[in-house]
């Protein structure tokens, strides 16, 4: 089990336990997040950050795929359907 924390105390903290746990996602081996917050309103307003950030994310990586397509269509001569 890992631990992270921050070595300097934060402004907006539940930014960074967002944007923290979304690079635990990305850069670590399949797993949980356990993340503890001090209430409810935290933990919600944690969950929807992070939701709307996975929703940016995910149209980012729809447009990459889509242009990766196009560019790979267009250099075998064919024209995009």
């Keep these: 089990m890992d631990i992270y924390y921050t070595k300097a105390p934060e402004a907006?903290?539940?930014?960074?336990?967002?944007?923290s746990v979304l690079q635990i996602h990305v850069t670590q081996p399949l797993g949980d997040?356990?993340?503890f917050l001090t209430?409810?309103?935290e933990i919600e307003a944690?969950?929807?950050?992070?939701?709307?950030?996975?929703?940016?994310?995910?149209?980012?990586?729809v447009?990459?795929?889509?242009?990766?397509?196009?560019?790979?269509?267009?250099?075998l001569g064919q024209s995009p359907t």
């Design 33 to 35: 997040v356990l993340v």
């Design 39 to 41: 209430g409810q309103e």
């Design 63 to 75: 447009m990459v795929v889509v242009l990766i397509i196009i560019i790979i269509t267009r250099n």
């Design 46 to 61: 944690a969950n929807e950050m992070l939701l709307v950030r996975l929703v940016v994310v995910l149209a980012v990586v």
């Design 12 to 19: 907006d903290y539940i930014d960074a336990v967002v944007v």
